[in-house]
């Protein structure tokens, strides 16, 4: 085959190569490479005769795709608890026994004195008791710290 029709090989195949061109006219002129493009264009038309048909996939097929593809995943450790029984108890049972436990602290708190009730004894520093800081009493309210202070402030031997 000669070079001028090996650079157009695709237009001659095709048929739209124009009546005038170079390559249209070497072809009426040689018989090589006129033999040559007929035996290609048998080719061609033999392949495109055993192509096969575009099928579409049966129904339910990217399904099961998805599905051996989940079945080939690493399972993780959390699994255990939310696909079995037993972890789903496990984890409802935990659950039940955070919550009662933090109402038990919630309403024992409540139910307790409060540590800065309106009149509290307070333990003065036992390394000092040739000063005579034993036990005060404070007489003041709790909620003022100004009085508190003030009491501690002032605190008198007897």
């Known amino acids: 085959m000669h070079r001028i029709i090996e650079d157009h090989l ?7 190569l124009p ?8 072809l009426k002129e040689c018989g090589e490479c006129r033999e040559e493009t007929g035996l290609m264009r048998a080719h061609s ?8 048909p575009e099928a579409e996939p049966r129904a339910g097929f990217y399904a099961r795709v998805l599905e051996r593809i ?14 079995s029984i037993l972890g ?7 659950l039940a026994a955070a ?15 409060s540590l800065f009730a309106a009149h509290t004894a307070v333990e003065m520093d ?3 008791p040739a000063a005579g800081f034993t036990n005060a009493v404070m007489t003041a309210d709790a909620s003022d710290s100004g009085s508190v202070l003030m009491s ?7």
């Open 88 to 94: 789903r108890r496990l984890a409802t049972a935990s």
């Open 126 to 128: 036992p390394l000092f």
């Open 19 to 26: 009546a005038g061109h170079q390559a249209s006219v070497h």
């Open 70 to 83: 989940e079945l080939q995943r690493p399972v993780s450790i959390w699994a255990l608890f939310t696909e």
């Open 10 to 16: 695709e237009d001659v195949l095709s048929g739209t």
């Open 45 to 52: 038309q033999l392949l495109h005769a055993f192509k096969a």
């Open 99 to 113: 919550m009662f436990l933090g109402v038990y602290v919630v309403s024992s708190e409540q139910t307790e004195p």
């Open 152 to 158: 501690l402030v002032s605190y008198q031997e007897r």
